[in-house]
């Protein structure tokens, strides 16, 4: 649905963007992550074609950005990452003034500005000055207006800055909703975390390129989750003694509650040779567990040694 083959962004002699490939699929919410400053803008602004790249290429839809910008316009809702001045409108003007603009017929937009407003749950503040807007509700009116043209393809940067837990919650629903409705989105974020549980699929961006690509599950398995294990036992001092010595063991790690984890040095290692290890020295199993890394450290280890 939106691809980008070996993407580019020079700005001056700085790259922004250095052959970023990405593939969102039809149906997909997806997370487009990286700190600031790692090129989530700068891709977005490429993908709705109000930048220009230096090479590579980008498609929506099959259409390049080369040569379909108003057709791409047409199939995209954009939410950018700051909205100017709102004008002295209400929220209802402001959204009939972009049904207007999208050449929505006069007698469709009542209907079509309503079923926005209760989508999003501004409908009590129809009449509201849009400036008089909490952040939050300035949000929610920023994704109703990229709604207005019924895209099949909506980019959101950063729909989630600023907003407090619950109305990151009722954002997640929304965007639940739109999917169920057959659209396809892309939304960046720098928190990692604040998207897992909202995207299928994730894209991690650091200094112009794209480090890694997939499910959150996938990514966890890319980064040597599947290697990891914690247990408890009858005697963890000595269990973390031998994990210590063994072989076939590359780390063990004590966290805060005290409990007990360690890494192999293959991803391959049967789990079965430290139980048998731990068995012949009398130490008693009583639980063991392959263990993952968190999403916020699977980050920090994507992206260390690729910040300066
Ligand atoms: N118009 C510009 N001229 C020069 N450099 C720019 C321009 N726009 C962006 N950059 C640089 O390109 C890099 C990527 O910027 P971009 O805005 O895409 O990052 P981002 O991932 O969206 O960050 P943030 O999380 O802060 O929004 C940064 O180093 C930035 O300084
Ligand atoms: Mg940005």
Known sequence: MIRTANLNKKYGDFMALQGVSLNVREGDIYGFIGPNGAGKTTTIKILTTLLEPTGGDATVCGLSVW???EQIRGLIGYMPDAFGVYPDMTVTEYLHFFAAAYGIPRKERGGLVDGLLELTDLTYKEDALVDSLSKGMQQRLGLARALVHDPRVLI?????????????????????????????????SHILSELQDICNRIGIVERGRLVAEGSVDEILDQLGGAGRY????????????????????????VDEQAALSFEFVDAASD???????????????????KARVSLEDAFMKLTKGLVQ
């Not at 989630?160 to 659209?183: C, N, S, T």
Request: proline content about 3%; charged content about 25%.
């Open 67 to 69: 040569d379909n910008k």
């Open 156 to 188: 959101l940067d950063e729909p989630a800055a600023g907003l407090d837990p619950r109305a990151r919650v009722e954002l997640r629903e929304i965007l639940r909703e739109l999917q169920a409705m057959g659209k396809t989105i892309l939304l960046s």
């Open 271 to 289: 789990v079965a040779l430290i139980t048998q290890a731990l068995a012949s020295e009398g130490i008693g199993l009583r639980h063991l567990a």
């Open 230 to 253: 914690s247990l408890r036992t009858t005697d963890d001092e000595r269990a973390q003694a031998l994990l210590q010595a063994h072989e076939l063991v590359a780390s063990v790690a």
